[in-house]
């Protein structure tokens, strides 16, 4: 079974401080890997994808994929309160009948307080 | 990025009846994805809607009870059928155009 698993919740960060996620996957034939924000009553935005291991930025985020670690993270440098949000991590695998579909993982909840 | 829009945003259902939640996208897309989102959880993967073919539904979910109509490159429809309260979700229609994007979501409460 594909599983997506992020750490656990919540996470509170002081404005101006950088704030971590983190996510592991089970299914080693993900391709591609994305990060939504969802405010509470809304649906998901994405906000970073990563296919290639190493780091992508992208403003104050920063994705990182360690595909031999199975691993995904996301940085958020300078945290505001308004990034207060639950954060998914998803990933796809895109061979056969799977592309297009996501694996999400719990979502962690994060607070940035002033 | 493509544009979804979703309808209805927001219903409350009698238990047993059913409603049918529609999504158009401003582009042609190949692939649409229906998923479900339960209060307090992530979203699971019901089914893919494919343009010309039956839907393909993930384990767990039935075509009896969430049947989908693709009746075009833009549009696809999802039925809640014989609901009853443990239907109560949000329901997200997603569409693949290079990465995933969602529409504004259903937000389903069965009473």
Redesign the interface.
């Given at each position: 079974q594909k599983e997506v698993e992020q750490n656990s919740g919540p996470l509170s960060v002081p404005e101006g401080a950088i704030a971590s996620l983190n996510c592991t996957y089970s299914d080693r034939g993900s391709q591609s890997f994305?990060w939504y924000r969802q405010y509470s009553?809304?649906?998901?935005?994405?906000i970073m994808?990563i296919y290639s291991n190493g780091d992508k930025e992208d403003g104050r985020f920063t994705a990182q994929l360690n595909k031999a670690s199975q691993y995904v993270s996301l940085l958020i440098r300078d945290s505001q309160p308004s990034d207060s949000a639950t954060y998914?991590c998803?990933a796809?695998n895109a061979g056969g009948?799977s592309?297009?579909?996501?694996?999400?993982?719990?979502?962690t909840i994060l607070t940035v307080h002033p | 990025s493509a544009v979804i829009s979703q309808k209805p945003s927001r219903d409350i259902c009698q238990r047993g009846t059913s409603l049918t939640i529609q999504c158009q996208v401003d582009s042609q897309v190949t692939m649409m994805f229906w998923y479900r989102q339960q209060p307090g959880q992530s979203l699971t993967l019901i089914a893919t809607a494919n343009q010309g073919s039956e839907a393909t539904y993930e384990s767990g979910f039935v075509i009896d009870k969430f049947p989908i109509s693709r009746p075009n490159l833009t549009f696809s429809t999802l039925t809640v059928s014989n609901m009853s309260p443990e239907d109560s979700s949000i329901y997200l229609c997603s569409v693949q155009s290079g990465k995933a994007f969602f529409g504004q979501g259903t937000r389903l409460t069965v009473v």
């Open positions: 994305f009553g809304k649906s998901p935005e994405l994808f998914l998803a796809e009948t592309y297009g579909k996501l694996t999400f993982g719990q979502g | -």
